[in-house]
DNA sequence: TCCGCTATTGCAATTATTTGCAATAATATA
DNA sequence: TATATTATTGCAAATAATTGCAATAGCGGA
């Protein structure tokens, strides 16, 4: 039993109807890599039936979305990228400089949580953020002209 | 002595050419509204010159985020929105039921900024991040609901 | 099992965003 | 100020994502 079967689940509770289509959409990006595109999904929910369209592959994760049984983040080169938060929670560093990605434990993202809760009631999801900045490398490299930068 | 100055300054340090389009588009963005959408400024860019170009506006807008001087997030509707940082720092809070968005003081930020820095000496930006959850009003209101779904 | 209601789909059209390329214009240099 | 260099622009085409609408098919009740 694994958790795509968990999103089926809740989507029928819920009222929605569980078509072949949103089965193998959920499955699919459940099982396969941690970040896929709407395109990627597409693509191989085709091998398994001619069953499906593109813009169902797109409604479909807009509605895991908003259940916030997927999280959605707009990768380096603009396209959206999405991933079940069931494939573990992401913080994503993304460097300005040189493009790299690094992921760090969502851990970290706790003490946050907790405290918006506090102050606002407001919930928030454990999930998927991407943070943009420089990384340690650039740092070190790019001393001298983000000085020189910064004194503009 | 406005901020979009500092901005086009530091373009310019950095050896990129300030043409009247970079000057007007940064402008717009960094006088008008907190979020503004690329038609938005272009339009308004417009008002002021017939020699614009909605691709430059999207070009000088990735500009302006590669370099940290502005944020990028997508709005409820899926359109992308741009922010000076000079706004101000967000930290917005979008309630996945209603729909509803809340902004939260950004020092909120500062401590999970500190510590992936301490960890990773990645240096995030102290920048526009939205959250997505259940605010209050919905957790009251749907505590019933939400528990059922948790059952599943 | 069949029927009716209506949510969901596929398709095509629309909108949003990105990109290649030739023309233009910003800057450095003389 | 005139010239060379090359970054930037505008345009049009490509790609990514959304949406309206008629046809289809889940699912609950007879
Ligand atoms: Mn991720
Ligand atoms: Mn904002
Ligand atoms: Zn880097
Ligand atoms: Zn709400």
């Known amino acids: ?14 009222g929605y109807r569980i078509t072949p289509q949103r089965e193998m959409i959920i499955e699919t990006l459940a099982h396969g890599d941690v970040h896929m595109s709407a395109e990627e999904i597409y693509q191989q ?21 908003d259940k916030g049984y997927a999280t ?12 079940t938060e069931k494939h573990g929670t992401h913080l994503h560093l993304t460097c300005r400089i040189c ?4 992921q760090t434990d969502a851990n ?3 003490p946050l949580i907790r ?6 009631g407001f919930k928030a999801d454990f999930e998927h953020i991407a943070l943009s900045g420089i990384c ?12 020189k930068e910064k004194e503009v």
């Not at 493009?99 to 690094?102: H, Q, T, W």
């Not at 070190?140 to 983000?146: A, G, R, V, Y």
Request: proline share 0%; charged share 20%.
């Open 1 to 14: 039993m694994t958790h795509c079967h968990t999103y089926i689940q809740a989507l029928r509770n819920q």
């Open 45 to 65: 929910v085709l091998q398994r039936s001619k069953a499906v369209n593109l813009a169902t592959v797109y409604r479909t994760l807009d509605l895991l979305v």
């Open 72 to 83: 959605r983040f707009m990768d380096s080169d603009g396209k959206l990228m999405y991933a």
């Open 99 to 102: 493009g790299n990605n690094y």
């Open 108 to 110: 970290l993202l706790n």
């Open 115 to 120: 405290q918006i809760e506090e102050m606002t």
């Open 136 to 147: 340690k490398n650039c740092l070190d490299q790019n001393i001298n002209t983000l000085k």
